[in-house]
Antibody, heavy 120, light 107 residues
Framework: EVQLVESGGGLVQPGGSLRLSCAAS????????MSWVRQAPGKGLEWVSS????????YYADSVKGRFTISRDNYENTVSLQMNSLTAEDTAVYYC?????????????WGQGTRVTVSS | EIVMTQSPATLSVSPGEGATLSCRAS??????LAWYQQKPGQAPRLLIY???TRAPGIPARFSGSGFGTEFTMTLSSLQSEDFAVYYC?????????FGQGTKLEIK
């Protein structure tokens, strides 16, 4: 069974940094692209970032480009999101998502999310 | 960026009836269109991808159609567990983009 467990969320001041992690199990992690999707309180879904299976390709939403960095460790089966220069607009639940396959960067499985609150 | 627009924002339907949700893309996404369901307090769940392919475990009462810029998802014989928010999403271009959602509520 695919399991994705996010961690690292919390309360951070504007301008601060936070590192989210997602521990994956139940599938061949190194064979799948991974992504982060967020949802601000009471709002819809917003794609944040994706990384290919080999880390050879990374993609970012314009809203986070230059501030967030996605990475993965195919030995530890984890994907991370380093978030810098956080603003109130980054307040959201952050979901880790596994690709369906074939490099589609489609969100086939989701974790339960970790909440990030940016506030002074 | 491709803008995805869903309609209606809210749809009130009685259990046992059917429902049709619409999704429009600002430019062609060919067949790279997916639908997700989200219930309160839960993570989204992939229902349909490739316009009409149901994800594993998704019942046949969920179906999708369309191509290019116009898409629909049809739910037949609504069950109590189907009342939720539904999002369409294109995966043809970067950045990936979602519609704003359609809330399917009990009438």
């Amino acid at each position: 069974e695919v399991q994705l467990v996010e961690s690292g969320g919390g309360l951070v001041q504007p301008g601060g940094s936070l590192r989210l992690s997602c521990a994956a199990s139940g599938f061949s992690f190194s064979s799948y692209a991974m992504s982060w999707v967020r949802q601000a309180p009471g709002k819809g879904l917003e794609w944040v970032s994706s990384i290919s299976d080999t880390s050879g390709s990374t993609y970012y939403a314009d809203s986070v480009k230059g501030r967030f960095t996605i990475s993965r460790d195919n030995y530890e089966n984890t994907v991370s999101l380093q978030m810098n220069s956080l603003t109130a607009e980054d307040t959201a639940v952050y979901y880790c998502a596994k690709d369906v396959g074939s490099g589609s960067y489609l969100f086939g499985n989701w974790g339960q999310g970790t909440r990030v609150t940016v506030s002074s | 960026e491709i803008v995805m627009t869903q309609s209606p924002a809210t749809l009130s339907v009685s259990p046992g009836e059917g429902a049709t949700l619409s999704c429009r893309a600002s430019q062609s996404v060919t067949s790279n269109l997916a639908w997700y369901q989200q219930k309160p307090g839960q993570a989204p769940r992939l229902l349909i991808y490739g316009v009409s392919t149901r994800a594993p475990g998704i019942p046949a009462r969920f179906s999708g159609s369309g191509f290019g810029t116009e898409f629909t998802m049809t739910l037949s014989s609504l069950q109590s567990e189907d009342f939720a928010v539904y999002y369409c999403q294109q995966y043809n271009n970067w950045p990936r983009s979602f519609g704003q959602g359609t809330k399917l509520e009990i009438k």
